[in-house]
C-alpha cells in the first residue's frame, strides 16, 4: 500500500481526532436510552469497570496494532498472519451494519433540528408526536437520505477537515449545554432527583447478564472499538505520541460525555413521568420524546433546543463522516476504482439497509425478525453479535498469535507502559472468556434458548 503514511501533527491532533469520531450519537443517544433500561446505577457501574479494564486494554492493542503495521484493518492483521486475515473483513464488515441506521438516527437529529428552527417546539413536546414523526412514509426517509447524502458529499469531495474544525469549536458548546439542561431540569423540577439517585446508586437487584450484554455493547460502540477504526487511527500516529496515555484520554472524554448526557436526560424522565418504570424502558426514542419536553418548560427553550440540536448533528456527521470514510477506503484498497465509484457504491448500499431500518417504523412496522423491530436487529448485530466476536478473536489473535510483547514492544517505543500486565491478563485470559460468555448468552436469550 502506501509507502509513507501521512500522520497526525501535534501530540492533541491523535486524541481529538479520535475522540470526534468517538463521541457522537453513541453518547448522546445510545447510552442514556441503555442505561434508562438497564437498571440505571448498576448500568453506569458495569460500564465503567468494563471501559477502564477490557475497554481500555482492547483499545491500546487497536492502536498499537496499527501504528505497528501502518496499515488499516485488513492489511494490519494479514500483513501480521494469514490465517487471520479474515478478522479485518470481519471488523470492516461492521461499519457497514452500523453507517445505514446511524444515518436514519441522523436523520431524526436534522427534523428536530427543522422543528425547533421553524418554531414547532410545543407540538414537539407532544407525546405521540415522535412515534407519528417515525410512523409516517416519506418524512423519515427524505431526512435519512438528506443525512447521508451531505455526509457523501464531504467524503467525496474530501473536505472532512473542515467539518472538523468546525466540530472542534462546537464540541465545548455541546457540553456546556448538556451541563446546563441537566443542572436545569435537576435544580427546577420535581421528581428529577429520584432520577439522579436511580442514575447514580446502583441497586444490584436490577443487575442481570442483559445488563453487561448491553454495556459491553454500548462500549465497543461509543469508542469505535472492534470494527477497525481505531487500528486506522493507530496507523496514523507518529511513534513519539504515547498509546496508553491517548486511550485514556480518549476513554476519559468520551465516558465523560456519555455520562452528562444520561445526567441531562434520566432525571428529566422521572420528572415527566412520575417515576414511572415503563416511561424508562422506551428505547431508541427516549431523547427524542423527553428533550422537547424539557425545552417546552424552559425560558427561551426554543433557541436552547435549535442550538442543542445542531451541536448534535455536528457531533453524529463527524461520527457519520468516519464511518463512511472507513468503508470507502477498504473499497478503494480492496476494489480498483475510483473514489467517485466507492462513494456512490457505499451510497448505494446504505440507502437500501438504511431503507430497511427506516420503513421498519411504518410500512413494515408489524415485521418482527427474531423479535426484533428492523433497526433494532442491525444494533442487535453490529453490537452484540460482530462486535463482541471480532473483540475475542482479536484477543485471541494478540494473546497467542503475535503475543502480548510485540505490542508491548511497540508501545513502549513511547514511553513506559505502566498497565501491561493488566494488559496481559486482559488479552489472554479475561477478555476471551468474557466476550465468549457473553456472545453465547445474548445470541441463545435471542433464539429463545435461555432466558437470561
Ligand atoms: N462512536 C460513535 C458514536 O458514539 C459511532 C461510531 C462508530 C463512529 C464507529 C465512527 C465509527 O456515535
New binding site residues.
Given amino acids: 500500500m502506501e509507502k509513507k503514511r501521512s500522520t497526525f501533527t501535534g501530540k492533541v491532533g491523535f486524541v481529538l481526532a479520535a475522540a470526534g469520531?468517538?463521541?457522537?450519537?453513541?453518547?448522546i443517544w445510545r447510552f442514556p436510552y441503555l442505561a434508562a433500561k438497564y437498571g440505571g446505577g448498576i448500568f453506569l457501574l458495569v460500564y465503567i469497570l468494563l471501559a477502564v479494564t477490557f475497554g481500555f486494554s482492547l483499545m491500546v492493542a487497536e492502536i498499537a496494532l496499527g501504528r505497528k503495521t501502518r496499515l488499516s484493518a485488513i492489511g494490519a492483521f494479514s500483513s501480521l498472519s494469514r490465517r487471520f486475515s479474515f478478522l479485518g473483513y470481519l471488523a470492516s464488515a461492521v461499519?457497514v451494519i452500523?453507517l445505514p441506521y446511524?444515518c436514519v438516527i441522523g436523520g431524526w437529529v436534522m427534523k428536530y433540528l427543522a422543528g425547533f428552527v421553524t418554531g414547532s417546539s410545543a407540538a414537539m413536546a407532544g407525546d405521540a408526536y415522535f412515534n407519528t414523526y417515525i410512523g409516517g412514509t416519506w418524512e423519515p426517509v427524505g431526512w435519512f437520505l438528506l443525512f447521508m447524502g451531505i455526509t457523501a458529499v464531504i467524503v467525496l469531495l474530501g473536505v472532512e477537515k473542515g467539518i472538523e474544525k468546525v466540530s472542534k469549536f462546537m464540541m465545548p458548546v455541546l457540553i456546556v449545554l448538556i451541563l446546563g439542561i441537566a443542572v436545569y431540569t435537576i435544580c427546577t423540577m420535581d421528581g428529577a432527583l429520584d432520577g439522579v439517585v436511580y442514575y447514580l446508586r446502583p441497586d444490584f437487584s436490577k443487575f442481570s447478564v442483559m445488563t453487561v450484554v448491553a454495556a459491553m455493547g454500548q462500549m465497543f460502540?461509543?469508542?469505535?472499538l472492534s470494527?477497525g477504526?481505531m487500528i486506522t487511527f493507530g496507523s496514523y500516529m507518529k511513534r513519539d505520541i504515547r498509546v496508553e496515555k491517548s486511550a485514556k484520554q480518549i476513554e476519559l472524554f468520551d465516558t465523560g460525555v456519555a455520562f452528562l448526557a444520561g445526567l441531562m436526560i434520566i432525571p428529566a424522565v422521572f420528572a415527566f413521568s412520575g417515576g414511572d418504570e415503563a416511561a424508562l424502558g422506551q428505547g431508541p426514542g427516549l431523547m427524542f420524546v423527553t428533550l422537547p419536553k424539557i425545552f417546552a418548560s424552559m425560558p427561551a427553550g426554543g433557541i436552547i433546543g435549535a442550538a442543542f440540536f445542531l451541536m448534535v448533528l455536528f457531533a453524529a456527521l463527524t461520527?457519520a463522516i468516519?464511518?463512511m470514510e472507513?468503508i470507502v477506503s477498504i473499497f478503494l484498497d480492496k476494489l480498483a476504482m475510483t473514489r467517485k465509484a466507492a462513494c456512490l457504491l457505499v451510497f448505494g448500499i446504505c440507502t437500501a439497509l438504511g431503507l430497511l431500518s427506516c420503513l421498519g417504523y411504518s410500512v413494515w412496522s408489524g415485521v418482527r425478525i427474531i423479535g426484533m423491530q428492523i433497526l433494532d436487529l442491525f444494533d442487535f448485530l453490529s453490537n452484540s453479535v460482530c462486535m463482541p466476536l471480532v473483540a475475542f478473536a482479536t484477543c485471541l489473535f494478540v494473546g497467542y498469535v503475535i503475543k502480548p510483547q510485540t505490542l508491548i514492544a511497540e508501545i513502549e517505543k513511547s514511553g513506559p507502559f505502566r498497565e501491561k500486565r493488566l494488559f496481559c491478563v486482559m488479552v489472554k485470559y479475561v477478555a476471551p472468556v468474557f466476550t465468549l460468555l457473553i456472545l453465547l448468552s445474548s445470541v441463545l436469550d435471542v433464539l429463545g434458548i435461555v432466558k437470561i
Fill in positions: 469520531s468517538a463521541v457522537g450519537l453513541g453518547n461499519p452500523i446511524y460502540y461509543s469508542m469505535s470494527m477504526i461520527s468516519s464511518l472507513t
